[in-house]
């Protein structure tokens, strides 16, 4: 069963008097069993904030900062109320390339070569009750990539500009990474 669909909607702007495209790979229909997994994926994130207040772990993640004609791509996962960009833990034995890669590869069905990926940006997050060092990687695309949420863990994911990116609700370290770098980030177009 497709459970998605690439949208490209048309927006007019009147105050630039300019046509902008953006491009949406919503979650047109899920299966029971994607409702199970979301529920699971919920209450194993509640588990989880409950474990980093208990234990205050130190972790290590890679993000991937995915452009294409100066927009970037957040994601919604299904059990967080803010907008992110794909991402997750680095595994043992795994280098902070290979688990950019790999997330990217899980989490919207995109394989890109290891060799594209440039570390840009690193940070010590506090959110979520640990102390997680980032390392976010940039992707720069020349071509609309053909991307699929799974409908489980990701049930959105779509491309946004810089002004429209910074007025969604996205995860503090994403926002930071746009701002601390917006001069280099608006000339990724």
């Not at 904030?49 to 452009?67: D, H, I, M, Q």
């Not at 927009?71 to 595994?91: A, E």
């Not at 002004?163 to 503090?172: C, V």
Request: proline letters at 6%.
């Amino acid at each position: 069963m497709e459970t998605n669909a690439e949208v490209e909607i048309i927006v007019e702007d009147p105050i630039r008097s300019e046509t902008l495209t953006v491009t949406e790979y919503p979650l047109v229909s899920t299966t029971l069993l994607d409702k199970l997994f979301q529920v699971i994926y919920r209450v194993a994130y509640q588990c989880h904030l409950v474990a980093n207040f208990l234990l205050r772990p130190k972790t290590r993640g890679s993000y991937v900062a995915l452009w294409l004609d100066g927009r970037i791509l957040f994601i919604l996962n299904s059990y967080k109320s803010v907008y992110t960009l794909p991402c997750g833990g680095i595994g043992r034995g795994e280098t902070p390339v290979e688990a950019a890669r790999r997330e990217l590869l899980e989490e919207v069905g995109l394989d890109i070569a290891i060799e594209e990926f440039r570390p840009v940006w690193q940070q010590i997050n506090l959110t979520e009750f640990k102390q997680d060092h980032i390392t976010l990687f940039e992707v720069l695309l020349n071509t609309q990539p053909r991307l699929k949420p799974d409908g489980r863990e990701v049930v959105w994911l779509g491309f946004r500009n810089l002004k429209d990116a910074l007025a969604m609700p996205i995860f503090p370290p994403v926002r930071e990474y746009l701002l601390q770098n917006r001069s280099a980030v608006a000339k990724k177009g």
